[in-house]
């Protein structure tokens, strides 16, 4: 364990080189990594969206494409095509560019739902199905959408199907004025990420991922995310609750948060410390709690305050 929390504390701080002052983001993008999930990166344009992709690509020596979403996108862009060789008599297959193993799929909501949907297998099952014949992408494999929540004009909303397939859904937000200043100077003379050098493998994250699988989850533990999740389902305040796959987001999250923190055991602050990126976009909140400027991320807060919080026995866990 302590090698994979010193790979993972050394991705980190390479990706910091290029994004200042942004830990947090940082640290929830690779919990996703290493959970085997994607990310939705909703902020406005100019906070470092694609460097943050770019730079944890390089930090692990993984391929890397980005995929413009715009209304001229199709899905065979996307997952890729068969093509008639006249030499073989045969159609052969001509991967798209969703066959490596970091996605950028810049400005999500401008495609057509048609292209959106596209990603909905590859998110899922790893694999795309091209004229009947299905295609596994590399692994590590991740998806970072990214999406402007201000300019609405020309956009197609992510159904919500789309939206529980990201594990998280994170922020950027605008850096302080110290960070602004620090990024400035650094791209005074030359861009850090041209010499950003990998400090990671694939090979590394993948038995980082098999790692996460194996820590510890108290059964009160269990039952205690599946009463948060069971709450979302009744709240008043939200007319729909999060599906089964955040409970087993939240479980996994939390897992990963366990190991990135040198633990090969969770704990309720696990939980807790995942709680809004994973589940606030998986509910709706009803418009009239919406009028009163009641968000997801509040009720979830109001949920955990309310819930008996399990006490474990930790030394059973070692």
């Known amino acids: ?56 690509a390089k930090s692990m020596d993984a391929s890397f494409k980005r995929i413009q979403f ?60 091209v004229d009947g014949v299905t295609h596994e992408v590399p692994r590590p494999f991740m998806v970072l959408a990214t999406q402007n ?65 194996r820590v510890h989850v108290d059964d009160s533990l269990m039952e205690y995310i599946v009463n948060i999740i069971t709450e979302t389902r009744n709240h008043s305040d939200i007319l729909l609750g999060s599906s089964p796959r955040g409970s087993l987001y939240l479980s996994r999250a939390a897992q990963a948060w366990a190991l990135y923190n040198g633990r090969n055991y969770i704990i309720p602050e696990d939980i807790r410390k995942m709680l809004v990126p994973v589940l606030a976009h998986r509910i709706i909140v009803k418009q009239e709690a919406r009028l009163k400027k009641i968000t997801a991320s509040d009720i979830l807060e109001s949920i955990v305050k309310k819930l008996r919080v399990p006490v474990v026995d930790y030394n059973v866990a070692k």
């Not at 701080?13 to 690779?30: C, F, H, P, S, Y």
């Not at 969703?98 to 909905?120: F, G, H, K, W, Y």
């Not at 909303?157 to 302080?176: C, N, W």
């Not at 400035?184 to 990420?193: D, E, G, Q």
């Open 1 to 56: 364990m302590g090698d994979s929390v010193k790979i993972l504390r050394k991705i980190v701080e390479n990706v910091e080189k290029v994004i200042a002052g942004k830990r947090e983001t940082i640290e929830l993008t690779l919990i996703c990594l290493i959970c085997n999930g994607h990310v939705l990166i909703e902020d406005v344009p100019g906070v470092g969206k694609t460097s943050l992709v770019s730079a944890l």
């Open 149 to 213: 929540p201000i300019e609405s004009y020309g956009t197609y909303p992510l159904p919500e199907a789309q939206l529980d397939r990201f594990f998280m859904k994170v922020t950027i937000g605008y850096p302080s004025p110290d960070d602004e200043k620090k990024i400035v100077k650094r791209f005074k003379i030359t861009n850090p990420m041209d010499t950003l050098t990998p400090v990671a493998t694939t090979s590394d994250i993948l038995a980082i991922q098999e790692e996460v699988r």
């Open 70 to 129: 715009n209304p001229d996108l199709l899905p065979s862009d996307v997952t890729g095509f068969s093509m008639y060789n006249p030499k073989t008599g045969e159609f052969e297959y001509r991967p798209g560019s969703i066959m490596c193993n970091i996605v950028l799929a810049d400005e999500i909501n401008r495609s057509s739902p048609r292209t959106q949907s596209s990603l909905l297998e590859v998110m899922e099952e790893y694999q795309v199905t």
